[in-house]
């Protein structure tokens, strides 16, 4: 059976004694800047829903609300009787082990605190914040690729690869099937629709275009993916990523269809006097 080379990329891009940095942390850090910068210009579009500094100040949240919920995500979700027996390794990151959908709660609760600390709208604030979420994925996924993790189930398709770990048959690259899914196709998805302004007037419609867009491409990789080796198939063949998919779907499609636009005193209103300077 044919196959093509697993290119061993060198998951540690700089190793100078003790401290290392991995492609993997380039992969948030980069994910949070460029998302930062993104979600700067998009707040500002009209209806503007916060200042450029609001959103400077909302990075540090987005921060730990990626790491906590991401992190306990994993421990609740995929690991639980694990770590409950092990719980001294729950704060070791390093060693890998993060949910999206518990980074994406985490998320939505700082997004709700910050906005309710500042007397903002948090739902047309996520609208400004969704869109370029997917920037973090595309990376994410590309990180996950090169640390030869999180592969594919076994396949005769002439790009299968053997990865380091995962046995001697060829395996889907899925990690790149995810990665042009819920990044870059998403992305340019959601920036498609955030640069329409009818659409970016309807509160609540891009966040939910982000979830249901999320959910379908999630649900679509997971079929390439092997799932994690300690939860295997779930009853009916589906797999974790899509149990935890469906309700994003559900919860995508609500947000859009009762999205409504703003009328022109609510978006004033957005931007009171009083708040912070841009």
């Not at 999630?218 to 092997?226: K, L, S, T, V």
């Amino acid at each position: 059976m044919l196959a093509l080379p697993f290119p061993a990329l060198d998951p540690v891009l700089v190793e100078i004694g003790p401290f290392a940095i991995r492609w993997y942390a380039l992969a948030y850090i980069a994910g949070i800047v460029l998302g930062w910068w993104g979600a700067r210009r998009l707040a500002a579009l009209p209806p503007a829903v916060a200042t450029r500094a609001q959103v400077d100040d909302f990075v540090t949240w987005a921060t730990l609300g990626i790491i906590l919920g991401g992190r306990l995500g994993y421990v609740l979700l995929y690991r639980p009787l694990h770590y409950l027996h092990n719980p001294l390794e729950i704060p070791a990151v390093w060693q890998g082990g993060m949910s999206f959908h518990g980074g994406a709660l985490g998320v939505i609760l700082a997004a709700w605190l910050f906005c309710r600390r500042r007397g903002l709208d948090p739902v047309a604030f996520a609208d400004r914040v969704a869109p370029v979420v997917p920037v973090g994925l595309l990376l994410g996924r590309l990180a996950n690729f090169i640390n030869g993790e999180l592969w594919g189930r076994v396949t005769e398709v002439p790009w299968g690869m053997v990865f380091p770990g995962a046995g001697p048959l060829p395996r889907h690259p899925s990690q790149l099937y995810q990665a042009f899914l819920e990044g870059a196709v998403l992305l340019a998805l959601l920036l498609w629709l955030a640069s329409r302004p009818a659409l970016r007037a309807r509160r609540g419609f891009l966040s939910g275009a982000f979830l249901a867009g999320y959910g379908v491409a999630r649900i679509i990789g997971e079929m390439f993916r092997q799932p994690d080796a300690h939860l295997g198939f779930l009853p009916g063949g589906v797999t974790m990523g899509q149990v935890l998919s469906v309700p994003m779907v559900a919860a995508g499609l609500w947000l859009m269809l009762r999205a409504r636009p703003l009328a022109a005193r609510e978006a004033a209103d957005l931007r009171a006097p009083g708040r912070d300077a841009a």
